[in-house]
């Protein structure tokens, strides 16, 4: 199942609606407290008292992040709240009696395709505060967006990772080999790094580069936990880039380090400036081992994503037709072959004979004639009855002089009016086909003589 891609909105947004006067903002007050890492942009909103905010979107999953800090009074919580999407209570996490940033505080993987409003209501005794970070929610497919950030999981079909680099848990990817790499392609403005800093492993600082498209090198460091810590941190920022103009672009990261320094590790990228969730491009479209490269267009520097989705929809279509083609032929080779009936013979009873021009004259009177036959019927045993249709004669005066071979057909005889050299009606046919003989039973047999035909 693919990895979903969650459009991030902070705190900040104008977006987020604010409901009452008690609402405040922070900024980096919070962010070194904890093992989850700092807040999101390093902003919070706060209440101290009874508060809500709302928010509309549209997609398939939402949660709602902040700043965890539950304190226990004699046993009472001060502290609570819920979540609703569309008047629909989500429910919540259970509390925490403690302090972490990037704290779940309530989610829904499983809402309808289209558009919600979450809705968030916070209550607040003794004194404390809720502090309220961001939003993160999964989009309806090829929703466009103006200037979203997009969160690209460890695990997505975008990132390719070369040699070297393999699982930290559930949680990230990482690496300790030098000249390691891994590398994306992606539209949009600028990209962030964020990673664990995992405690069973060397606490060395260390050192990475990245090149975004073809630029020079850009050199990042990053450090280990420190000397006292006991426990792995998360939400991480290894790095981030420069702004660069909206378009298509490749960056790829190499590690520096080796095996006595922390290692390069990837939770999650945050790519800015985006229009879409599709503006991550995957690895099986564009390899990040392909020579082509959003810098090597001399004339503009970049694919155009026209020319991408134009190249995409022609492949599905030339695949979609060689499917078709595949399954259609298949299928007409699977048909089982039409055949006659088991004892059917059409020539046992009947044969086609040739026509043959007598050699000796032969007067006669000239019938000619377009007979119609009624098709055959099948007779019980398996073989075929003939019925004949009616004769349309038109009788002439005409006579003809027919030359009969010596032996017309070897090994049999002719008709008895030729063998006897009675004089008997001819019938001389004006069309094309097989001719059957029958018996009539009269005496004034009719010879039949075949059409004339033109020479050109």
């Known amino acids: 199942m693919a990895v979903p891609r969650w459009v991030v909105v902070d705190d900040t947004d104008p977006t987020i609606q604010y409901i009452g006067a008690s609402w405040f903002q922070v900024q980096r007050s919070e962010d070194n407290i904890g093992s989850l890492g700092p807040a999101y942009q390093s902003t919070l909103h706060g209440t101290e008292t009874n508060a809500s905010f709302s928010f509309a979107f549209n997609g398939t999953q939402v949660k709602v992040l902040g700043f965890n ?87 997505d079909i975008a990132l390719a990772f070369g040699p070297g680099w393999g699982p930290f848990g559930d949680a990230a990817n990482g690496t300790i080999i030098p000249n390691s790499t891994t590398s994306l392609y992606f539209y949009g403005s600028a990209l962030t790094w964020y990673g664990i800093v995992p405690v069973d492993f060397p606490r060395g600082t260390a050192t990475g580069s990245y090149v975004v498209d073809h630029d020079d090198p850009v050199i990042f460091t990053w450090k280990g936990l420190p000397s006292g810590a006991n426990t792995t941190h998360y939400n991480q920022k290894i790095f981030e880039t420069s702004h660069y103009p909206y378009d298509l672009h490749k960056i790829t990261v190499f590690h520096n380090g080796n095996s006595s320094t922390t290692p390069l590790t990837l939770d999650y990228l945050l790519v800015q400036n985006v229009h879409s969730t599709l503006s991550v491009l995957p690895r099986t479209f564009l390899s990040a081992n392909s020579e082509a490269d959003p810098s090597t267009d001399s004339s503009s520097g970049s694919y155009n994503i026209g020319e991408i989705v134009g190249l995409t929809i022609g492949t599905l279509v030339m695949l979609s037709f060689s499917l078709y083609a595949f399954f259609y032929y298949r299928r007409r080779s699977r048909r089982p072959k039409k055949t006659k009936p088991e004892n059917f013979n059409l020539y046992d009873d009947y044969i086609v004979e040739p026509f043959y021009l007598p050699p000796a004259s032969h007067p006669g009177r000239i019938v000619q004639s377009h007979a ?16 004949r249709g009616a004769i349309h004669n038109r009788d002439t005066t005409e006579h003809v002089r027919l030359q009969l071979p010596s032996d017309p057909l070897p090994g049999r005889s002719l008709p008895p009016d030729m063998n006897n050299g009675m004089l008997s009606p001819l019938m001389v046919h004006e069309d094309s086909g097989v001719r059957l003989q029958f018996s009539s039973g009269s005496e004034d047999a009719v010879a039949e003589v075949p059409p004339v035909y033109s020479t050109g």
Not at 114 to 140: C, E, M, R
Not at 372 to 387: E, I, L, V
């Open 372 to 387: 119609s036959f009624t098709p055959w019927q099948a007779r019980r045993d398996g073989k075929m009855n003939f019925r």
């Open 69 to 155: 800090n539950i304190h226990n009074d004699s046993g009472v919580l001060g502290l609570t709240w819920v979540c609703y999407v569309d008047n629909a209570a989500i429910g919540k996490t259970i509390p925490f009696v403690g302090q972490e940033n990037n704290w779940v505080f309530c989610q829904h993987d499983q809402l309808y395709d289209g558009p919600h409003v979450l809705t968030v209501n916070a209550t607040v005794a003794k004194g404390q505060t809720f502090w309220f970070d961001q939003i993160q929610y999964v989009p309806s497919p090829h929703m466009s967006f103006d200037n979203a950030t997009i969160l690209i999981d460890n695990a």
